[in-house]
């Protein structure tokens, strides 16, 4: 049986710019359940980050408007004020982003940064030091007790997403939110950082939402994933049952465009268009204007949200009514 652990609940942000607002997300409702691995797919642009960051209450401040609600562990985050928010914040819900170096302090060593998250646990400095090492063991550190003691500049973009894992591992918490996590990172590496997020999946029971572009990635590690375009979530569902059967047009294009393994397969396809700046909201479909099958109503009204199986759903106007 599943049990929920983040919900969000027709999630709206807009941000604040110069000719007036940008919908960077649009009522998006989707679940986290404890243990597995919720993907979010989509282009540059689609309000992946903007939904990770809201979920950690990180957005830049004062710069959006917010709707709907987070709900995690069945409390509204966004009830909580900036000090509960802390308390959340690496215990119960632990981040990496694309770009480990923003997020750690170069006059610190890597060791000494991640001790000082585990000495908030009030446990003695040797303690705290004997743990850093066993995490970086953990996170597969090459060299762990040198590494340690090394600044962020001295060691490798890889080494570096190891050292926030570690932190975060440090805590233990319940859900990781992974913003392309490993992006930045070459092949062989972006696998091992892949292997040690299965592991924490199985050994920790982490729950991931993780942001992505890459299916790739989702078809290694995701249980269910979240499409979405221009703000939007435009299909979710089981991620066998999504790559099996792509029910929107949006994901079937972004399926297209993957890769092919062989030349005989076919070049890679691009998807024709961009992804709009949607500062006027208004009905109709926001794939319309891109999209290969639309009709008069897509571009005039909202699409409704289809369920193609129990835990599948569609916003498209031609689910169901394809020939
Ligand atoms: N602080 C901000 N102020 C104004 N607009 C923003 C801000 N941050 C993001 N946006 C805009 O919101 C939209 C969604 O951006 P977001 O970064 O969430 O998308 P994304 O899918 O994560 O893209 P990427 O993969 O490039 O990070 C984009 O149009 C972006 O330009």
């Known amino acids: 049986m599943n049990e929920e652990l983040l919900r969000l609940d027709h999630l709206s942000i807009d941000y604040k710019v110069k000719d007036g607002y940008l919908s960077a997300v649009n009522d998006v409702s989707c679940v986290v359940n404890k243990g597995e691995v919720f993907a979010i797919v989509g282009e540059s642009g689609c309000g992946k980050s903007t939904v990770a960051h809201s979920v950690m209450n990180l957005l830049p401040d004062g710069n959006e408007e917010i709707k709907g609600k987070i709900i995690f562990k069945g409390e509204d985050l966004r009830r909580y004020g900036p000090k509960e928010m802390e308390?959340?914040?690496?215990?119960?819900i632990g981040m990496i982003f694309q770009n480990p170096l923003d997020s750690l302090n170069p006059v610190y060593t890597v060791g000494g940064q991640v001790a000082e998250a585990i000495l908030l646990d009030k446990v003695d400095k040797q303690e705290a030091w004997n743990r850093v090492i066993n995490l970086?063991?953990?996170?597969?550190?090459?060299?762990?007790?040198?590494?340690?003691?090394?600044?962020?500049?001295?060691l490798s973009g890889g080494m570096r997403q190891r050292v926030m894992i570690a932190m975060m591992l440090s805590r233990n918490p319940e859900l990781l939110i992974a913003d392309e996590p490993t992006t930045a990172?070459?092949?062989?590496?972006?696998?091992?950082?892949?292997d040690i997020m299965k592991e924490l999946k199985e050994k920790f029971n982490t729950a991931i939402m993780l942001i992505t572009h890459n299916f790739g990635l989702v078809a290694e590690i995701a249980d269910r994933i979240g499409i979405m375009y221009a703000g939007e979530m435009v299909e979710s569902g089981d991620v066998f049952e999504i790559f099996a059967a792509p029910t929107?047009?949006?994901?079937?294009?972004?399926?297209?465009?993957?890769?092919?393994?062989?030349?005989?397969?076919?070049?890679?396809?691009?998807?024709?268009?961009?992804?709009?700046r949607i500062t006027k909201k208004k009905p109709g479909c926001r794939f319309a204007n891109r999209c290969p099958y639309a009709l008069t109503n897509c571009y005039c009204e909202d699409p409704p949200v289809v369920h193609v199986s129990e835990n599948h759903f569609c916003r498209c106007h031609l689910t169901g009514k394809e020939a």
């Open 87 to 92: 308390n959340i914040r690496g215990k119960e």
């Open 136 to 154: 970086f063991k953990d996170v597969k550190m090459p060299d762990a007790e040198e590494r340690a003691n090394s600044f962020p500049h001295e």
């Open 185 to 194: 990172l070459d092949v062989t590496i972006e696998a091992q950082i892949l």
């Open 248 to 276: 929107h047009p949006y994901t079937r294009l972004l399926m297209e465009a993957l890769p092919r393994k062989t030349k005989a397969e076919g070049r890679l396809k691009t998807i024709e268009g961009s992804v709009p």
